[in-house]
Structures are given as C-alpha cells and as structure tokens.
C-alpha cells in the first residue's frame, strides 16, 4: 500500500468489514480526528453514557437537535445522535491501536489521532426470517503518532488540540 505519511513513528490498525454504520462511522471519525488518544476515547465513553453527542454533518437529514451542552461547543453545530453500536467498535479499535503504539516505545499519554477514515465494506447479504438482507459492513483505519510537544497535564481547549494534530499531521507528510 501506498501511505501519504511517513510511518517510522505510526502505529496504524486497519479493520475490515466492522458490522457498523458507514455514516456514522464517518461523523464519529470527524469528530475525533486529530486529538489526543486518551481525550477522544474519553468523549466516545461520554457517547455512550449519553452526555455527549456525535454532531452530524454530512449526513444529517431527519437528526434532531440537542440541547445546549450535549454537543461540543467546538462544533457550533445542532444535528447529533448518539451511535452505540459504531461507538462501541471504534473505541474497541482505539485501544488495539494504543497496544499497537504501546509495543512500539511510544507514551501511551502522548499519542494523537492523525489519521482515522471509515470507508464502505463489502456488503454482503444474510438471512432475516427467511429472507435476504444487506449487512452493513465498514473498513477503519486509524493511524496515531506521538507528539513530543504535547503535556498531558495541562489543559487545552479543542481548537489548540486540533491545531497540535494537523501540525503533527503535517510533519509526517513525505
């Protein structure tokens, strides 16, 4: 495979065919690329005991709006729904690939999310009561390297956080 990035300090994880949702596999991905690994894990826990919601961009047709401080005020947008079943999967992913980074040499405190895309799988077909029915089926790749920059003990806001994985990002471009 061809990568847009140098992979000396990358630990990567690829998953295929993840029986979640594409599309929200896809907002969940927008919403914690480019953060520190252990503040995106926290936000998905968060998703899944309904404090926070998943803002919906791309695919938000019929999405309701959510109350004030259930979507980050980063995001200045409306639209969020809370996908259990795409959040349980892609936070299961986020720890393979911390134990990736892990056996590396990397500091697990240090390490920040600089690529994660969600693409469709193959859709292959299955028996419900006795008729056939599409599965969903998506593929997950999620790349995290370490930013020597970053103290995990101060406090940043979103934006900085972000700004901090774009740079990183950037650095690792050929």
Do not use: C
């Not at 292959?124 to 995990?152: C, F, Q, W």
């Amino acid at each position: 495979m061809r990568y847009s990035v140098s992979l000396e300090n990358v630990a990567k994880l690829y998953a295929h065919n993840l029986p979640i949702s594409t599309k929200h596999a896809v907002e969940i991905a927008k919403m914690i690329r480019y953060l520190p690994l252990q503040l995106a894990k926290e936000m998905l826990q968060k998703v899944l005991d309904k404090e926070l919601a998943v803002p919906f961009f791309r695919y938000n047709r019929d999405i309701p709006h959510r109350k004030k401080g259930q979507i980050h005020p980063y995001f200045k947008i409306k639209h969020g729904r809370f996908p259990e079943n795409a959040t349980k999967w892609i936070l299961k992913e986020l720890n393979s690939v911390e134990k990736n980074a892990i056996n590396l040499g990397m500091d697990p405190n240090k390490l920040f999310i600089v690529h994660i895309a969600a693409h469709k799988g193959v859709r292959g077909y299955t028996s419900v009561y006795g008729r056939r029915a599409r599965r969903k089926a998506t593929h997950l790749e999620i790349m995290v390297a370490e930013n020597k920059d970053y103290d995990p003990s101060k406090k940043y806001p979103l934006k900085e956080l972000k700004r901090m994985g774009h740079k990183l990002f950037l650095s690792l471009k050929k």
